[in-house]
Protein backbone atom coordinates (compact mmCIF):
# COMPACT_ATOMS: atom_id res chain seq x y z
CA UNK A 1 0.00 0.00 0.00
CA UNK A 2 1.62 3.42 -1.30
CA UNK A 3 2.41 5.56 1.91
CA UNK A 4 1.29 9.49 2.34
CA UNK A 5 2.39 11.65 -0.46
CA UNK A 6 3.22 14.90 -0.45
CA UNK A 7 3.66 17.80 -3.37
CA UNK A 8 5.88 19.52 -3.67
CA UNK A 9 8.91 18.26 -1.97
CA UNK A 10 10.90 21.48 -1.98
CA UNK A 11 9.56 25.01 -2.54
CA UNK A 12 11.41 28.06 -2.45
CA UNK A 13 9.07 31.75 -2.12
CA UNK A 14 9.53 34.89 -1.66
CA UNK A 15 8.50 36.99 1.23
CA UNK A 16 4.37 38.41 0.16
CA UNK A 17 3.94 35.56 -1.80
CA UNK A 18 1.20 32.59 -1.10
CA UNK A 19 2.21 28.76 -1.33
CA UNK A 20 -0.42 25.77 -1.65
CA UNK A 21 1.12 22.92 -0.19
CA UNK A 22 -0.50 19.11 -1.37
CA UNK A 23 -1.18 16.05 1.09
CA UNK A 24 -2.53 12.11 -0.26
CA UNK A 25 -2.96 9.93 2.31
CA UNK A 26 -2.51 6.68 2.96
CA UNK A 27 -5.89 4.78 0.38
CA UNK A 28 -8.70 4.09 2.82
CA UNK A 29 -7.41 6.80 5.35
CA UNK A 30 -9.89 9.97 6.24
CA UNK A 31 -8.03 11.89 8.34
CA UNK A 32 -5.53 14.12 7.62
CA UNK A 33 -3.08 16.32 10.07
CA UNK A 34 -0.74 18.91 8.78
CA UNK A 35 2.27 19.48 11.47
CA UNK A 36 5.19 22.71 11.02
CA UNK A 37 8.84 21.76 12.01
CA UNK A 38 11.35 24.44 12.65
CA UNK A 39 14.40 23.77 14.58
CA UNK A 40 13.01 26.79 17.31
CA UNK A 41 9.24 25.81 17.87
CA UNK A 42 9.32 21.95 17.38
CA UNK A 43 6.56 20.21 15.82
CA UNK A 44 3.88 22.28 15.76
CA UNK A 45 -0.24 20.59 15.01
CA UNK A 46 -1.64 23.01 12.31
CA UNK A 47 -4.84 21.26 11.73
CA UNK A 48 -6.62 18.36 11.11
CA UNK A 49 -9.32 17.56 8.69
CA UNK A 50 -12.04 14.57 8.40
CA UNK A 51 -14.33 13.93 5.46
CA UNK A 52 -13.81 17.32 4.20
CA UNK A 53 -14.38 19.40 7.61
CA UNK A 54 -11.75 21.10 9.72
CA UNK A 55 -12.03 19.08 13.18
CA UNK A 56 -9.63 21.12 14.75
CA UNK A 57 -6.64 24.14 14.13
CA UNK A 58 -3.42 24.89 16.49
CA UNK A 59 -2.47 28.51 17.24
CA UNK A 60 -1.30 29.74 14.31
CA UNK A 61 -2.82 32.95 12.70
CA UNK A 62 -5.04 32.87 10.23
CA UNK A 63 -2.71 33.15 7.15
CA UNK A 64 -2.28 29.60 7.41
CA UNK A 65 -5.74 27.25 5.70
CA UNK A 66 -6.24 24.38 4.45
CA UNK A 67 -8.79 22.23 2.69
CA UNK A 68 -9.69 18.30 2.21
CA UNK A 69 -11.34 17.20 -0.84
CA UNK A 70 -13.90 14.28 -1.40
CA UNK A 71 -11.27 11.67 -2.11
CA UNK A 72 -9.46 12.65 0.92
CA UNK A 73 -6.27 14.74 -0.39
CA UNK A 74 -5.73 17.73 1.27
CA UNK A 75 -4.01 20.96 1.04
CA UNK A 76 -2.67 23.79 2.86
CA UNK A 77 -2.23 27.72 1.83
CA UNK A 78 -0.20 29.72 3.52
CA UNK A 79 -0.80 33.50 2.39
CA UNK A 80 1.60 36.32 2.78
CA UNK A 81 4.72 34.60 3.87
CA UNK A 82 6.97 35.71 6.40
CA UNK A 83 10.33 34.27 6.69
CA UNK A 84 9.43 32.69 9.45
CA UNK A 85 7.24 30.61 7.54
CA UNK A 86 10.56 28.50 6.46
CA UNK A 87 9.64 25.02 7.84
CA UNK A 88 9.19 21.65 7.10
CA UNK A 89 5.66 20.85 6.81
CA UNK A 90 4.38 16.96 7.23
CA UNK A 91 1.09 15.81 6.44
CA UNK A 92 0.19 12.82 8.41
CA UNK A 93 -3.06 10.60 7.78
CA UNK A 94 -4.84 7.85 10.01
CA UNK A 95 -7.81 5.50 9.30
CA UNK A 96 -10.65 5.97 11.37
CA UNK A 97 -12.14 3.41 13.76
CA UNK A 98 -10.11 0.90 15.30
CA UNK A 99 -6.10 1.80 15.85
CA UNK A 100 -7.59 4.93 14.43
CA UNK A 101 -5.19 7.17 17.17
CA UNK A 102 -2.11 6.11 14.60
CA UNK A 103 -0.75 8.23 12.40
CA UNK A 104 1.30 8.32 9.47
CA UNK A 105 3.37 10.57 8.35
CA UNK A 106 4.21 11.77 4.50
CA UNK A 107 8.29 13.15 3.54
CA UNK A 108 7.22 16.32 3.95
CA UNK A 109 7.44 19.39 2.69
CA UNK A 110 10.26 21.94 3.19
CA UNK A 111 9.53 25.45 1.76
CA UNK A 112 11.92 28.00 2.14
CA UNK A 113 11.20 31.86 2.11
CA UNK A 114 13.77 34.19 1.39
CA UNK B 1 -3.12 21.80 27.60
CA UNK B 2 -0.56 19.17 27.34
CA UNK B 3 2.97 19.40 27.39
CA UNK B 4 5.57 16.52 26.27
CA UNK B 5 9.46 17.09 27.89
CA UNK B 6 12.67 15.16 26.63
CA UNK B 7 15.34 16.32 28.41
CA UNK B 8 18.29 14.45 27.00
CA UNK B 9 18.70 17.07 23.66
CA UNK B 10 21.42 14.08 22.68
CA UNK B 11 22.35 10.29 23.54
CA UNK B 12 25.61 8.52 22.46
CA UNK B 13 25.79 4.48 22.39
CA UNK B 14 27.72 1.85 21.27
CA UNK B 15 26.70 -0.45 18.75
CA UNK B 16 25.19 -3.58 20.09
CA UNK B 17 24.48 -1.71 23.68
CA UNK B 18 21.34 -0.54 25.06
CA UNK B 19 19.90 2.63 25.65
CA UNK B 20 17.15 4.25 27.47
CA UNK B 21 15.67 7.39 26.12
CA UNK B 22 13.13 9.64 28.42
CA UNK B 23 10.10 11.33 28.02
CA UNK B 24 7.52 12.84 30.55
CA UNK B 25 4.44 14.64 30.00
CA UNK B 26 2.06 16.64 31.95
CA UNK B 27 -2.05 15.91 31.55
CA UNK B 28 -4.88 16.23 33.24
CA UNK B 29 -6.56 13.57 31.32
CA UNK B 30 -6.80 9.79 32.32
CA UNK B 31 -7.49 8.55 28.34
CA UNK B 32 -4.52 9.07 26.17
CA UNK B 33 -1.99 7.89 23.67
CA UNK B 34 1.59 7.88 23.64
CA UNK B 35 4.04 7.51 20.76
CA UNK B 36 7.76 7.51 19.99
CA UNK B 37 8.60 8.66 16.42
CA UNK B 38 12.00 8.18 14.46
CA UNK B 39 13.08 10.94 11.98
CA UNK B 40 16.03 9.93 10.18
CA UNK B 41 18.61 12.55 8.40
CA UNK B 42 15.67 12.02 5.48
CA UNK B 43 12.76 13.35 7.44
CA UNK B 44 10.48 11.11 6.96
CA UNK B 45 8.95 10.55 10.37
CA UNK B 46 8.46 6.60 11.14
CA UNK B 47 6.44 5.38 13.99
CA UNK B 48 8.82 3.07 16.19
CA UNK B 49 6.05 1.98 19.01
CA UNK B 50 2.55 2.68 20.88
CA UNK B 51 0.96 2.57 24.47
CA UNK B 52 -2.53 3.21 24.48
CA UNK B 53 -2.90 5.06 28.80
CA UNK B 54 -5.21 2.48 29.47
CA UNK B 55 -3.20 -1.09 29.61
CA UNK B 56 -1.05 -1.42 32.36
CA UNK B 57 1.55 -4.13 29.88
CA UNK B 58 4.29 -1.98 28.36
CA UNK B 59 4.66 -2.20 24.87
CA UNK B 60 7.22 -4.03 23.02
CA UNK B 61 8.51 -4.19 19.17
CA UNK B 62 11.27 -5.97 17.97
CA UNK B 63 14.07 -4.51 20.05
CA UNK B 64 12.41 -1.36 21.07
CA UNK B 65 10.01 -1.88 24.69
CA UNK B 66 8.25 1.12 26.19
CA UNK B 67 8.78 1.77 30.40
CA UNK B 68 5.50 3.46 30.74
CA UNK B 69 4.89 4.17 34.41
CA UNK B 70 1.26 6.45 34.55
CA UNK B 71 1.82 7.72 38.27
CA UNK B 72 4.52 9.52 37.41
CA UNK B 73 3.89 10.60 33.77
CA UNK B 74 6.66 8.72 32.49
CA UNK B 75 7.08 7.01 28.74
CA UNK B 76 10.87 6.14 28.19
CA UNK B 77 11.89 4.01 24.87
CA UNK B 78 14.36 1.38 24.86
CA UNK B 79 16.30 0.01 22.30
CA UNK B 80 18.32 -2.85 22.68
CA UNK B 81 21.20 -4.12 20.68
CA UNK B 82 21.24 -0.87 18.85
CA UNK B 83 22.01 -0.75 15.14
CA UNK B 84 23.45 2.00 13.07
CA UNK B 85 20.67 2.46 11.34
CA UNK B 86 18.64 3.57 14.83
CA UNK B 87 21.08 6.83 14.22
CA UNK B 88 17.90 9.19 14.41
CA UNK B 89 15.86 12.15 16.26
CA UNK B 90 13.59 10.39 18.45
CA UNK B 91 9.74 12.15 19.46
CA UNK B 92 8.18 11.50 22.30
CA UNK B 93 4.39 12.08 21.41
CA UNK B 94 0.94 12.24 23.19
CA UNK B 95 -2.43 12.27 21.88
CA UNK B 96 -5.51 12.96 23.33
CA UNK B 97 -8.36 9.52 23.21
CA UNK B 98 -10.88 12.29 23.99
CA UNK B 99 -10.01 15.31 21.99
CA UNK B 100 -8.28 13.31 19.36
CA UNK B 101 -8.81 15.92 16.92
CA UNK B 102 -6.47 18.06 19.25
CA UNK B 103 -3.66 16.35 17.14
CA UNK B 104 0.01 15.15 18.78
CA UNK B 105 1.90 17.02 21.34
CA UNK B 106 5.63 16.06 20.52
CA UNK B 107 8.44 16.83 23.02
CA UNK B 108 11.45 18.70 21.34
CA UNK B 109 13.56 15.18 20.39
CA UNK B 110 16.33 13.31 21.59
CA UNK B 111 19.22 12.93 18.92
CA UNK B 112 20.77 9.42 18.96
CA UNK B 113 23.61 8.68 18.51
CA UNK B 114 25.30 5.38 17.50
CA UNK B 115 28.88 5.00 17.67
CA UNK B 116 30.52 2.12 15.45
Known amino acids: KAGVTQTPRYLIKTRGQQVTLSCSPISGHRSVSWYQQTPGQGLQFLFEYFSETQRNKGNFPGRFSGRQFSNSRSEMNVSTLELGDSALYLC?????????????FGPGTRLTVT | AQTVTQSQPEMSVQEAETVTLSCTYD???????LFWYKQPPSRQMILVIRQEAYKQQNATENRFSVNFQKAAKSFSLKISDSQLGDAAMYFCAYRSAVRGADGLTFGKGTHLIIQP
Open chain 2, 27 to 33: TSESDYY
Open chain 1, 92 to 104: ASKRTGVSSYEQY
